[in-house]
């Protein structure tokens, strides 16, 4: 039995157009799960209905097999971390953290040990009797935390919590949260639309366009087998050509070009596609029949460790990047080859 159930949910605000559409999540206890996808794909939607901020129209959402769907949110004893880190200017770190056990009418006893422990949990104890606008971006960002979870709550939710952070303190926070959540093993659900924070911090992942999860699965597969065109462009997928299914692991394309692919797909998947960085630039004497394109260098671009390569071949441009160390001039003739195993159905 999962420990979170969303089971045929649907959110319409006008009752014509649905923000979410008949939409089904199980999620598993102590798990880190993220809804992750563009803006307007129903990734807020759906946690502000986990959330009981949003009353969806249909379904049922359960936690531990118990319908909450109309339980009120101060009723349902979960921990939210929002984009804004929303702290109390005039109240100290500890007196932020501890407001939700005050309004429960903790003794004072209670919120300070409660407090401090998890104070120290988050590495802020030092932090106590400082006021938000003494602290980092990144320290405010963990007294929201701290807050969330001292309450003990059945569920923490997150939403696009480290946004208002610059790049490097990100990628900090996101190892912070995923240490808290492991040690404290607690389910979360987190909402983003950056797949590389998403896949770095996620046992699963559940990907969102126009309101329905697209694919539900481990980042790793995700990243490796996208199950359709809209997930691998969102996800980093650059080349899309048409193949035609021959036998077995074998396709062709418009032009004649044969590609025999790592594994066999399913008969209806017949868009090709590939990463830039998966594919090889190999010498004209030197590459295989199948599966290699010949085309042309149109523009060149210097990426550091890489270069970067817009090639025109007869299935249209293709985006190449190589980290060979050999540069290649615009005009250039080139063979791209792409490996089967790298070559992927949507």
């Not at 759906?46 to 936690?63: M, S, W």
């Not at 963990?142 to 939403?159: C, G, H, Q, Y």
Request: glycine share 6%.
């Amino acid at each position: 039995m999962s420990f979170v159930d969303l089971e045929d949910i649907r959110v319409s605000y006008d009752g014509k157009n649905n923000i979410l559409k008949n939409l089904n999540l199980s999620i598993e206890e102590g798990q880190l799960v993220s809804l992750l996808g563009p803006s307007g794909c129903g990734k807020t939607t759906t946690l502000r209905v986990i959330a009981g901020l949003i009353e969806p129209n249909d379904g049922q959402f359960k936690v531990e097999d118990k319908d909450l769907t109309k339980v009120p949110v101060h009723k349902r004893n979960f921990g939210m971390v929002f984009q804004s880190y929303a702290l109390f200017p005039h109240l100290t770190i500890k007196d932020n953290v501890g407001f939700g056990l005050k309004l429960r009418k903790e003794s004072k006893a209670t919120i300070h040990t409660k407090v401090m422990e998890m104070l120290e949990v988050t590495g802020l104890a030092d932090y106590a009797d400082r006021y938000p606008k003494q602290l980092s971006g990144g320290q405010r960002q963990r007294v929201a935390l701290a807050r969330a979870l001292v309450i003990e709550p059945k569920l923490l939710l997150l939403d696009e919590p480290l946004s208002n952070l610059d790049a490097k303190l990100r990628i900090n926070m996101r190892l912070e949260i995923k240490k808290i959540q492991q040690r404290l093993g607690i389910t979360s659900v987190f909402v983003t639309h950056d797949q590389e924070e998403c896949f770095s911090i996620s046992d699963k992942v559940a990907v969102m366009n126009q309101g329905v999860i697209e694919q539900f699965d481990s980042p790793e597969v995700i990243y490796n087998y996208p199950k359709t065109e809209f997930i691998a462009r969102f996800i980093g997928f650059e080349n899309f050509f048409d193949l035609t299914h021959i036998e077995d692991r074998t396709y062709v394309t418009s032009d004649g070009t044969q590609f025999i692919t790592g594994r066999s797909w399913e008969p209806t998947k017949k868009v090709g596609t590939i990463r830039p960085e998966d594919i090889e630039l190999i010498k004209d004497h030197d590459y295989p029949e199948d599966n290699t394109i010949t085309g042309t260098v149109k523009v060149r671009t210097f990426l550091g460790k890489s270069y970067q390569y817009e090639v025109d071949t007869s299935l249209g441009k293709i985006l190449v990047q190589d980290n060979s160390g050999v540069a290649y001039e615009a005009g250039d003739k080139v063979n791209l080859y792409i490996p089967e195993e790298k070559l992927i159905l949507v």
